[in-house]
């Protein structure tokens, strides 16, 4: 089969779950991590025919995303940036917004000259940790999830990286346990609450971690109030906490910092014109 009937193949099993733009990314992202194959050979040479090795799998994963599993689960990576990274079920898929936090605070502490001391909570695959240590080396991360393998994730993805950053075992609802003076802040905690559930695809809803994801109906604020607790006990003066937020609920989030430290607060949109990023200055 010539690579650009494949793409074609690809196209056609998969138009009742996604547009043409999204079946040539995911394609494109098959042919560099699966078939080991130059996303350019699609334009530059079309006829380059597949061996019955690639057609073996790029059948089968196709296969694969007809149940709706998402495509970083069947590849078992993503990229994020500048990095490669590991992704299993037990851990959200990282997203586009969550690397646009990820580049404000890069912005913030572009002129960095001195190690300072942050902390993600709730790191997951430790895509926004280890992105802060990779492109920010002044940073001395710590990076708390509650399971073990998560943080066994994050690891892999350490030595992947070629990164050092610390792993702690820990539980976002109880943090105060947690003595730890740091200069900054970040987590993009569970913040979907079950009434959204509707509004979610099956790939999501199917397949990534619900503990990720969803918050108690009656207490959507739950990880944002615990999270402003840590940072009254052990955020230092002038300190910064960044937050990925659930749009739906952004005045009742400025309503929750207001009672406890004064902090500034600055807004941020997503790639979508959501309110989806904070940031509090002490």
Known sequence: MRLIEARNQFRAGLKELHTVQECDYYFKMI????LD??????????????????????????????????????LGEVPFRKLNLKVNPSVLIPRPETEEMVGWILEDYAKLNQKIDLIDLGTGSGCIALSLKKEQPYFNVYALDIDQPI???????????KLEINCIKGDINDLLKLKLKVEVIVSNPPYITPKEKEEIKNNVLNFEPHQALFV????????????????????????????EINPLFESEMEALIFCFDSYTITKRLDIFGKIRMLRLEK
């Not at 042919?31 to 699966?34: A, T």
């Not at 943080?151 to 990286?161: A, G, S, T, Y």
């Not at 944002?224 to 840590?230: N, P, R, W």
């Open 31 to 34: 042919l560099s991590s699966l």
């Open 37 to 74: 194959i130059d996303p350019i050979s699609i334009a530059l040479e079309p006829n380059h025919l597949l061996d019955s090795s690639q057609q073996s799998k790029l059948k089968s994963v196709l296969e694969d995303m007809l149940t709706e599993k998402p495509l970083q689960y069947i």
């Open 216 to 243: 108690p109906q009656d207490n959507p604020l739950l990880y944002y109030q615990k999270i402003l607790e840590f940072a009254g006990e052990n955020l230092k003066s002038k300190g910064r906490v960044y937050f």
């Open 151 to 161: 943080l066994d994730l994050v690891e892999q993805n350490k030595e992947k990286n």
